[in-house]
């Protein structure tokens, strides 16, 4: 009973601290567990800095460097930004908006149109982004040049040479040509109506009278800085849908993920080479990840260019190129939400950016159950509902027994408080005579923990499905919930938990232990007071899980008590 009183009261004391903390960050103040990591301006390097490589051979120029050679010539729909001399172009499709850099056409920026931003919802989401403390590209060139030489790489100017801005048809094709050392890199980006895979060409054009052995270098730059609207709840409460990081995926190893602090730490672990998979940069709902060409053997590389600023990316040989002949490596890109459908089809193991850990044997039928009852109701809330309410049917044998056994308990509850009372200090007569009455009853003290255990994976596994379905993003429900992935804005939901909670408090037996007891009602307070913060999908989730449990607990009682009256008649 000592043991059980210390564990409850860590898990009040915890769960107090952890209230706490989330009211101070949505008070706009640092957290208790430490402040969030700092965003770090990246810094502008001279072009004889900007010309050094690094062990792979790639330019380590963070991505706001000026270019080397400086600005490029005046092009009709470019910009020239304020804070840097580089020039910018911007293109739109049904679902995109890029915008590119003619310093290495660089992707330096997609909005998202179809997802809200999580400060203005009238705006669209951005995910890649330079700007004033926060970098987040993408980028790619050649490297491998002979000494003294350069090839077109991230930090070279560029010219652009499409007139299109916008989509039109089916496809929108985007060229962008750079010469150094007598190489011509054209890179070709092609964009599809309602796709956020994008296939990108490196045409490598050799204008000498030498072979040469080029790479293609595919890299993503960003900097440590957590996403906005990034949850605050530890990672056993919001499980792995709020990872930021790197992951990396071949047949051999598999996915890994790698954290940024491993990356500044040099300590992470992954694949270094191989001739297939992919490389990304995972965030909550969404990611960028490119496919390099499958079958043709690469190198991996993670690396700090600087303080706060990270580049992953492939290194792939593209073999000779003859004098005055062409040859041209393709791959593609996407720069979008974890559609776990549209990522599979794009490449093998893609989909593993949502990530459910090690529940995920689990979680998978639970997500393709939940898109199907999608496809009936063409609502998530209503989703929610009733995928609560099948997982709950299926499990009722289970929970029928756990509520037979508590009530049970709750039956026998006044004799336990007499024998209490017998026997006052004596624990050994009283634990005597407890296991002599459950014995005569046919009651296990157990019974009622057992079918809950066996049921916490399943219901696991469906918390970790809402709290990383993009899908539920921006998604409605019904009246005052608009956006089943943010917090309820009124917290009726979470004032609906807490009042369920209080009632299955009073459904079950009481602890024979009054500190134990006080506990037991402080907690609906607590977690309902958690819950606060936490997105109105994963609360309604609990506020019908939580009804349903009620009702059956409800009728089961009522059920062995009726059964009882008889009996004793």
Not at 339 to 361: F, M, S, W
Not at 513 to 521: G, I, N, S, T, Y
Request: glycine letters at 6%; one cysteine or more.
């Amino acid at each position: 009973m000592d043991i059980r009183r210390t564990i409850l009261l860590m898990i009040f004391s915890f769960s107090l601290l952890m209230l706490w903390n989330n009211w101070q960050v949505h008070q706009g103040n640092p957290p208790v567990f430490g402040a969030p990591p700092a965003s770090v301006k990246p810094k502008a390097e001279t072009a004889d800095a900007a010309s050094a490589a690094n062990n792979a051979g790639v330019p380590v120029a963070p991505a706001a460097a000026t270019p080397a050679g400086g600005t490029t010539a005046t092009v009709p729909g470019l910009t020239t930004t304020a804070n840097t001399p580089s020039q910018t172009v911007v293109f739109k499709t049904d679902v995109l908006a890029l915008t590119f850099d003619l310093q290495g056409a660089q992707l330096i920026r997609t909005d998202l149109l179809a997802f809200p931003s999580v400060e203005d919802p009238l705006k669209p989401f951005r995910l890649l982004e330079r700007a004033a403390g926060h970098t987040y590209v993408v980028q790619s060139g050649l490297t491998g040049a002979p000494a003294g030489a350069t090839f077109p790489n991230h930090l070279a100017p560029f010219t652009l040479e499409t007139d299109a801005r916008e989509l039109k048809g089916d496809n929108l094709v985007i060229k962008f040509s750079s010469v150094s050392g007598d190489v011509k890199l054209t890179k070709t980006f092609t964009l599809k109506r309602g796709d956020y895979a994008v296939d990108v060409a490196h045409q490598i054009e050799n204008l000498s009278a030498q072979a040469i052995t080029p790479s293609v270098y595919l890299q993503i730059t960003r900097d440590g800085s957590d996403p906005a609207g990034t949850s605050s709840a530890p990672s056993f409460l919001s499980g792995p849908a709020n990872f930021v990081g790197a992951a990396i995926y071949s047949e051999q190893e598999k996915f890994q993920k790698v954290t940024l602090t491993e990356v500044e730490k040099r300590k992470a672990s992954y694949i270094k080479q191989a001739d297939n998979g992919w490389f990304a940069f995972i965030q909550h709902y969404f990611v960028t990840a490119w496919v390099p060409p499958q079958g043709k053997s690469r190198t991996y590389d993670m690396t700090e260019l600087e303080k706060n600023l990270y580049a992953l990316r492939s290194i792939e040989p593209v073999g000779t190129v003859a004098a005055n002949s062409s040859l041209t490596m393709s791959s593609k890109l996407w720069v979008g939400p974890q559609d776990q459908t549209a990522l599979e089809a794009l490449a093998p193991g893609l989909e593993l950016v949502v990530d459910y850990g090690l529940l995920t044997i689990i979680a998978k039928p639970v997500f393709a159950l939940m898109t199907w009852l999608f496809s009936l109701l063409g609502n998530w809330g209503w989703t929610i509902v009733l995928l609560t309410v099948l997982i709950k049917a299926a499990f009722y044998p289970l929970s029928a027994a756990s509520y037979r056994s508590m009530a049970k308990m709750k039956m026998v509850a006044p004799r336990l408080q007499a024998l209490k009372e017998k026997f006052g200090d004596d624990r050994q007569k009283l634990n005597t005579a407890m296991m002599e009455m459950y014995r005569t009853e046919k009651i296990n003290p157990l019974g009622g923990c057992l079918p809950i255990v066996i049921q916490i994976p399943v219901f696991i596994s469906l918390y970790y499905v809402l709290g990383s379905s993009v899908e539920l993003r921006g998604a409605p429900w019904v009246l005052w919930v608009h956006d089943l992935s943010v917090r309820d804005p009124y917290f009726i939901l979470p004032a609906i938990m807490m009042a369920t909670m209080f009632v299955q408090m009073r459904l079950n037996p009481t602890p024979p232990d009054p500190v134990q007891a006080k506990v037991m009602m402080f907690m609906p307070l607590v977690f309902g007071g958690m819950m606060f913060f936490f997105p109105s999908g994963l609360v309604l989730y609990w506020c019908v899980n939580n009804i349903l449990s009620i009702a059956q607990q409800w009728y089961i009682t009522k059920q062995m008590a009726t059964i009882a009256t008889a009996s004793h008649r």
